[in-house]
């Protein structure tokens, strides 16, 4: 009994890691240093890990979710550019 709970548990604990590893993307990021400043349409939460303060850099989220498409952007607010593959 007390085996097929801990591997219930194991098992539920493992597809939960999993969903999160599949569906965890990077969002915005980059525009530091001449890197191209990326940006994408989130079918999900966008969680903002840090905003625009000079301190923190340029901001930066993650999509919890599905990353529908991807823009990349020359400089952080400048014009759209090819993304890096």
């Known amino acids: ?46 969680w903002e890990l840090y905003d625009h303060r000079p301190a923190d850099g340029p901001r930066k989220t993650i999509c919890i979710g599905v990353v529908e498409s991807t823009t990349c952007y020359r400089y952080t607010d400048g014009p759209i550019g090819e993304c890096p593959r």
């Not at 097929?4 to 590893?21: D, E, H, P």
């Open 1 to 46: 009994m007390r085996s097929r709970v801990l591997r219930n548990t194991l098992l539920i604990l493992a597809a939960l890691a999993m969903s999160g590893f599949l569906l965890l993307r990077e969002c915005a990021s980059g525009g530091a240093m001449a890197a191209p400043y990326t940006t994408c349409n989130c079918i999900g939460i966008e």
